[in-house]
């Protein structure tokens, strides 16, 4: 429960309020896996579970995208380089990218906000061993053109072969191109063979509801289906008991679920 | 005119209608283009069709004083633009703006209007296909409305 | 001639009071911080004694729905009781706890450490089988699983347990119902059944482990006949009949999960005060919060890890507002908690029937009225 305490390497502010703040963890316990989080404490503030959003090829490079919403993430935006940051982790489910691979499946990332982030470490995967995947759908939705993250590397993104990129916002003024919209309409023009597609969505809860909707009337299985869920955690170990979900602790057990197994749940209201 | 019938019979709007429906409708039908930045319509305007996009993108605007142009939503190839023509005062009610080049078929309203009353059975046909626009895009704009990415959840 | 209770080992013991006190004596010599039944704040509650005689002689309680009173009984038994509102958990499981400290240095490093674990072991007098349940319930949330709370491992090891057999039963007491009572099992270092009548005052002595059996042949005891393992069987069996409450726990998980949206869930939150008390002297209850204090100009920190109740609007809390906003939605979360998604994680129910949350409910929630309202009216609308 001790945290490491280690010196920011690079502050990059991705928005007017997000932030990727990039750590040299000489000895992380494990190597981090697509999809888990640590938990990050800044000095006298407290801790948030903040996704790793780096490459897994580098364990020692830790990047955390982190929106300031809360006490501990507010002052976080203002974090630089040089600041120690207190690490727990990794914790937590990953991604199913070795299932993927082993399949030979089209991967279909739904990231909506600040949810692309645990979905980078897997874009990031797929591009380093690409000849194991299939192709790499990723449809992401923000709410204006100034919220998109990783704006350079959506860009790079696009151009390797078999990926494709597609962007929407909810709101934008004169002077954007692109899609105004949401991400369902995105997956509605999607082009993939249902039965061969492994879908990866994370975002808030309800734009994931909307998106297992839709995969449900394009004819995806849930259990091709994994979600990203987000809970109150303190401890990230399943002893505080703040992150259940029904019979699940979403730290321990999550973050990433199969569909099926949490869908039921989903509809339940306050639980 | 065939030639047309062929390439209405695959804009996805008009997927599995009958061939004697798609050639009644075809006589509706004309091959549209805008540039960038062109309107297809402005507010106010008494609306005349409906545009079946094939290529391109077109932005639903509304100026706010204030704010500028507000895009409220984009219409993309496969979608279908307008359906003001079906409702008196048959008047458009947002500016719509070709994003980049566009490439369409308009059909014309007035027409369609009137073979839809003349066909019932056409007129339930194209109308369950406007419905099922009107029901994405009502969804999108319900979506839009939640604002799920507004900081604070 | 009389058969002995199959239950009871032959080779028990019998000891008198001053056995009792002599095995106090033990304990402490042994370096043993002992913790026993004690009269305090109006109640019987743990807490530290360095004798018998501060063992709760002659007193009772009566417990119904939202009440606790002490009461005289009419002899002088040491353990003529139920459970009050503390449980063991106040000692393994510390209510309040430093985490860790950590100093920020000139050149901005960082360095933090823990604090070592307090330098006791506790022996605990009196442990009934409902909180025996409990402490094992405990064991696997909080050490049995992927990760271990090194802080309860701490206090938890090497904990002596003299465990004692109920001879009466509360009022809100369903250990029957939940099958971990009255008569203790396992995982006791010694268990005792207070044998009194009349003139006779004894306790008869179960070993459990090879120290228990170490420190009971330090003190004066004879061995017990086949009449006072059936006296104590008896004593036992006694008090399992006298059950306060009871529930029906058939299918209970997928009772209360099949019923989420049951209306009765909207009857006990119009009641519910959503203060937490059950939470606080459930002996299962593990959920914990944490603060951070800082003092900047010092360049200290330090990280509190204390007790928190599901029953607190801010437990769910994401950042916009929290996911259980409702008491409706608290008061579920707790009791399915409890008697159903705890066997998913755990494997058992996390209900040992002590009675203390209907007890020390302050407005007389019974959860064994509420869980037989649901089955009585069950809709089975969702799962």
Same mark, same amino acid.
């Given at each position: 429960m001790l945290p490491r305490f280690i010196a920011i390497r690079r502050a990059l502010r991705e928005t007017a309020d997000t932030i990727t703040l990039e750590l040299e963890d000489p000895n992380p316990p494990a190597p981090f896996a697509a999809g888990q989080f640590n938990m990050l404490y800044l000095f006298g503030a407290g801790e948030a579970a903040i996704s790793i959003s780096g490459a897994p090829e580098r364990p020692n490079l830790l990047a955390h995208t982190i929106r300031g919403v809360g006490a501990v993430t507010m002052p976080l935006l203002r974090a630089r380089r040089g600041d120690a940051i207190g690490v727990r982790g990794p914790y937590g489910s990953a991604w199913p990218l070795q299932e993927a691979a082993r399949s030979g499946r089209d991967l279909l990332l739904l990231a909506g906000g600040i949810g692309l982030a645990p979905l980078r470490p897997v874009i990031y995967e797929v591009l380093r061993r690409r000849r194991e995947f299939g192709r790499l759908i990723v449809l992401y939705g923000a709410r204006t053109p100034q919220d998109l993250l990783y704006r350079k590397e959506l860009a790079q993104w696009r151009m390797h072969p078999g990926v494709t990129v597609k962007l929407t916002v909810d709101r934008a003024a004169a002077g954007w191109s692109g899609r105004v919209g949401v991400i369902t309409d995105l997956l509605r023009a999607a082009e993939f063979d249902p039965a061969e597609t492994i879908a990866l969505v994370c975002g808030p809860e309800v734009m994931m509801r909307f998106c297992c909707h839709e995969l449900a009337r394009r004819g995806v299985s849930p259990r091709q289906v994994y979600l990203s869920m987000e809970r109150n955690m303190k401890c990230a170990a399943g002893f505080c008991g703040h992150c259940q979900f029904s019979p699940f602790f979403v730290c321990r057990d999550g973050p990433v679920f199969r569909a099926d197994r949490i869908l039921p749940l989903l509809g339940i209201r306050e639980l | 005119m065939e030639n047309l019938a062929r390439l209405l019979k695959e804009h996805p709007f008009l997927h599995g209608l009958e061939d004697r429906h798609l050639e009644f409708l075809t006589g509706c039908a004309a091959n549209v283009r805008y540039a960038a930045d062109e309107f297809l319509f402005r507010e106010g305007q008494e609306s005349g069709a409906s545009y079946l996009l094939r290529n391109g993108r077109v932005a639903l605007e509304i100026a706010v004083p204030g704010r500028g142009q507000v895009q409220l939503q984009t219409v993309e190839a496969g979608e279908v633009l307008g359906w003001s023509w079906l409702f008196a005062p048959y008047k458009w009610q947002f500016d719509a703006r070709a994003v980049e080049p566009v490439r369409a078929f308009a059909l014309d309203g007035n027409c369609l209007r009137a073979k839809c009353e003349a066909d019932h059975d056409l007129g339930y046909e194209v109308v369950k296909r406007f419905l099922y626009q009107v029901h994405t895009r009502l969804e999108r704009t319900r979506m839009q409305l939640l604002d799920l990415y507004r900081a604070g959840g | 001639m009389e058969t002995p209770? !199959?239950?009871?080992? !032959?080779q028990s013991s019998l000891i008198d009071c001053g056995g009792l006190d002599a095995l106090i004596g033990a304990l402490s010599a042994e370096g043993y911080t002992v913790i026993g039944p004690t009269l305090g704040d109006g109640a019987i509650v743990y807490d530290e004694i360095r004798s018998a005689v501060q063992l709760p002689a002659g007193w009772t309680e009566t417990q119904s729905p939202g009440a606790y009173q002490l009461a005289r009984r009419g002899d002088g038994a040491l353990f003529g009781y139920a459970v009050g509102p503390h449980s063991w958990k106040k000692l393994l499981h510390a209510p309040v706890l430093r985490l860790w400290r950590a100093q920020r240095h000139h050149d901005g490093s960082i360095t933090a450490q823990t604090d070592p674990p307090p330098p006791l072991r506790y022996a605990f007098i009196g442990v009934r089988s409902c909180d025996l349940h409990a402490i094992g319930i405990q064991d696997r949330v909080l050490i049995g699983g992927q990760y271990r709370d090194p802080h309860y491992a701490a206090r938890r090891g090497g904990v002596f347990i003299v465990a004692v057999n109920c001879i009466v039963a509360g009022g809100t007491c369903f250990c029957v119902s939940m099958n971990t009572g009255p008569r203790v099992r396992r995982g006791y270092d010694l268990a005792l059944t207070e044998l009194i009548d009349g003139e006779r005052h004894e306790f008869l002595v179960e070993t459990g482990s090879t120290r228990g059996a170490a420190i009971l042949n330090r003190i004066p005891k004879r061995p017990a006949a086949d009449s006072d393992r059936q006296s104590a069987s008896q004593a036992t069996e006694r008090a399992a009949s006298q059950m306060g409450r009871q529930l029906d726990t058939g299918g209970i998980k997928e009772l209360l999960l099949n019923n989420l949206e049951h209306p009765r869930w909207d009857d006990v939150a119009a009641r519910c005060l959503a203060c937490g008390n059950c939470t606080m002297v459930c002996p299962t209850c593990f959920c914990t919060t944490v603060e951070d204090h800082t003092d900047l100009a010092a360049g200290a920190a330090e990280r509190i890890r204390s007790w928190d109740s599901c029953y607190t609007m801010d437990f769910s809390h994401l950042h916009g507002g929290s996911v259980r906003a409702s008491i409706k939605s608290r008061y579920r979360q707790w009791l399915t908690h409890k008697m159903a998604t705890w066997f998913d994680q755990f494997g058992t129910s996390g209900c040992v029937g002590c009675g203390r949350w209907i007890t020390w409910c302050p407005v007389g929630i019974d959860l064994t009225e509420e869980v037989a309202a649901i089955r009585s009216g069950r809709r089975d609308d969702n799962g």
């Open positions: - | - | 209770s !199959p239950e009871i080992a !032959p």
